[in-house]
């Protein structure tokens, strides 16, 4: 599984920012989607998850309400749409994937496959 991650770039506070993740290497419909950041001096941090299947999403309460994981199946691409964006939400953003994985599974060590980071920096 090849994962690619762009979209990443400066915002405002209360600015949106949508970040895309193509799929490619193997059918999607067994995978779980999952997106993290991590701030410099910080673990890294899960964001939401999305299983490609049902369409079941989970978010980390921290973005929940601000943050969706929309997708376009044709494309086997998945998004976060970051909303109302905060200073906080300042980190690289990664998106991952694992086959037949939970969505409440917050650790990054659950999931076997990883795109580049793509740094979000909002300014206050």
Known sequence: VQLQASGGGLVQAGGSLRLSCAVSGR?????????????????????AANRWTGGATY???????????????????????MNS?????TAVYYCAAVTYGSISNTVASAYDYWGQGTQVTVSS
């Open 27 to 47: 059918t999607v419909s067994s995978l779980t989607m999952g997106w993290f950041r991590q701030a410099p001096g910080k673990e890294r941090e899960f964001v």
């Open 59 to 81: 978010y980390a309460d921290s973005v929940k309400g601000r943050f969706t994981v929309p997708r376009d199946n044709a494309k086997n691409t998945v998004f976060l749409q």
């Open 85 to 89: 964006l905060k200073p906080d939400d």
